[in-house]
Each structure stands twice: as structure tokens, then as C-alpha cells.
């Protein structure tokens, strides 16, 4: 079937550590790939977004690029800071309609 | 412009009661979509508007749920005899047009709690 899988969390590192979020996919055709990001108390944001293979979204240092032949499309920072701390959501997009088929959501905490 | 507004920001009701959530979506986004976010259930896509028209309704989770969209903007999601099941925050989403590329922006969510 179509979902996405990505890391379980916690993720608990240290300010200006490497970091990593796996995700995978399976999807029928070339959706949309998201990554959003809920930092506490806020709802909802995109972080970054990539529309076909091999396009690389990035934004505030974060980055992902999407892999076809791995049907992946993970999150790296190369060094986080403490504002970094949020639950980081991957997702993929349908291509009727683009609804989006969200990941379970990786709890990331940062510490000074 | 403003955002995605939804409301109210908390619902609290008694099982079996009808509740109503609403949403307002960035001025000139045709395409709008209601998703629930639980803890069992993690995030989940309920139904998707383009204009007033609803041409996938695949996640509403049983026929107590509703929803209808007037004039291309508001949107009203209805919960008829609410299961404590039922408690989750809903949010909900609009995007330009659609498309597979487009972005979709969130809303703040509401908090429904069924006791």
C-alpha cells in the first residue's frame, strides 16, 4: 500500500551535532515529498519540499533530497542548535489532489 | 495575507453530542483539506475540497462525519453523536490549487476533547 515510514523518535543530541531523519516511501507514480516540522505550541509548518527525483529541498540548514531508486527522502542538519527541538513530520503527496500521507513524526530534542 | 484560521481553538463536549469545527482558508486557495491528529493514529487526511466540491472524501472515518465547503472559502467540519474516540486536534489545510507541487498551509488545529 502507499505510506511512509520514518525513525521513531526520541532523538536526543547535543547543540551542534549531526542529525538524521530516515524516511521511506512507497508510492505509484512521482508524488510530492514534504518535510513539515511542529515546533511546541505551534502547529504545523513546512520545512521543505522536493517535486521530482533528485531535486534537493533545503531551508534553515536542513536539508533532504529525493532518491527514486531508494524511494527515500531523508532529513539532515549538520549542526543543530536548540531551537532545532520540534516533532519533524515526513510526508508524501497524492498525485490527485496532492492529500498528503504523513509519516508517524520524529521527536527531535536538542541539548545546550 | 493571514494564514489558515480554524475555530474554535478548543472543543469540549459530552459523547453523543453534534459539534462543528470551521475553518477559514488563505484568501484565493481553492483547494482545502481537513486532517486529524491523534496520538494512537498520528496524522491523518479526512477529506479534500477543490472549490465547493469534494472529489475525495476517502478518510472520513464513518458517516457521522461531514463536511461542506460554501462560496470556495469557509469550511465546516460536523461530527454527529461524538465517541470519545473522536478526540483528537483536527486541522485543517489549504494549498493554492491542488496541485502536486503546491504547498499546503496548516491551520492552528482544534482541540476536541469528548468526555
Known amino acids: 500500500g502507499n505510506s511512509v515510514t520514518q525513525m521513531e523518535g526520541p532523538v536526543t543530541l547535543s547543540e551542534e551535532a549531526f542529525l538524521t531523519i530516515n524516511c521511506t516511501y512507497t508510492?505509484?507514480?512521482?508524488?510530492?515529498l514534504f518535510w513539515y516540522v511542529q515546533y511546541p505550541g505551534e502547529g504545523l509548518q513546512l520545512l521543505l519540499k522536493a517535486t521530482k527525483a533528485d531535486d534537493k529541498g533545503s531551508n534553515k540548514g536542513f536539508e533532504a533530497t529525493y532518491r527514486k531508486e531508494t524511494t527515500s527522502f531523508h532529513l539532515e542538519k549538520g549542526s543543530v542548535q536548540v531551537s532545532d527541538s520540534a516533532v519533524y513530520f515526513c510526508?508524501?503527496?497524492?498525485?490527485?489532489?496532492?492529500?498528503?500521507?504523513f509519516g508517524g513524526g520524529t521527536r527531535v530534542l536538542v541539548k545546550p | 495575507g493571514a494564514g489558515v484560521s480554524q475555530s474554535p481553538s478548543n472543543k469540549v463536549t459530552e459523547k453523543g453530542k453534534d459539534v462543528e469545527l470551521r475553518c477559514d482558508p488563505i484568501?484565493?486557495?481553492?483547494?482545502l483539506y481537513w486532517y486529524r491528529q491523534s496520538l494512537g493514529q498520528g496524522l491523518e487526511f479526512l477529506i479534500y475540497f477543490q472549490g465547493n466540491s469534494a472529489p475525495d472524501k476517502s478518510g472520513l472515518p464513518s458517516d457521522r462525519f461531514s463536511a461542506e465547503r460554501t462560496g470556495g472559502s469557509v469550511s465546516t467540519l460536523t461530527i454527529q453523536r461524538t465517541q470519545q474516540e473522536d478526540s483528537a486536534v483536527y486541522l485543517c489545510a489549504s494549498s493554492l490549487n491542488g496541485d502536486r507541487t503546491d504547498t499546503q498551509y496548516f491551520g492552528p488545529g482544534t482541540r476536541l476533547t469528548v468526555l
Open positions: 510526508a508524501r503527496g497524492k498525485a490527485a489532489g496532492n492529500k498528503l500521507t
Open positions: 508510492a505509484t507514480g512521482y508524488p510530492s
Open positions: 484568501s484565493g486557495h481553492t483547494a
